[in-house]
Every structure is written in C-alpha cells, then in structure tokens.
C-alpha cells in the first residue's frame, strides 16, 4: 500500500556554527565547540514534534554512536513510532 503522508528530515549540519564564504567563523559562533551529542540533545528537544528523522552524513563514530541513539530516544514520529537516523 502507497502512503501519502509527508515525513520532515533536517540535517544535523544545519545546527552548527553554519560557516560560509562570507561569515568564515559561522552565523552561530556559540555552536562552535558544542559536540555532537549535545547537538543532538538540543534538537531534539527543539523540533520532536516536527521531525521525523535527522542526517548524520559524517558526524557519528564508534564513539559516539550509543550517546547520539541515546539522545534520541525521547524523539518519536507524530504517530508514536521510531525516529528515522539516516547516515551517510
């Protein structure tokens, strides 16, 4: 059965210090020295509600990947069921 329902995915970059061409330190300096799992923490608490999934696409390790699983425990889909991690 095909399924309609639009799902919202942001990238975990985006959360960053967003450094560019013309800001070389990032519009968010403050997000700077702030390590993945507290990122993770941050966004989940943010946008639970509005994301279905998040995209790693570099930042999860073998040493980090039980603290991120563990930050996003508390972030479900609107209909209850389990965030989609996608990683690159």
């Not at 095909?2 to 990032?26: D, H, L, Q, Y």
């Not at 403050?30 to 993770?40: C, F, G, K, P, Y």
């Amino acid at each position: 059965m095909e399924s309609n329902e639009v799902k919202n995915s942001v990238g975990i970059w985006a959360f960053g210090p967003n450094a560019t061409r013309f800001v070389p330190a990032g519009y968010h300096p403050e997000a700077v020295n702030e390590d993945m799992v507290t990122r993770t923490h941050r966004v989940v608490n943010g946008l639970a509600d509005v994301v279905d999934g998040l995209e790693y696409p570099g930042e999860i390790n073998e040493e980090n990947v039980e603290a991120i699983k563990a930050a996003l425990t508390s972030m479900l889909t609107p209909a209850g069921g389990p965030l989609t991690m996608i990683i690159w």
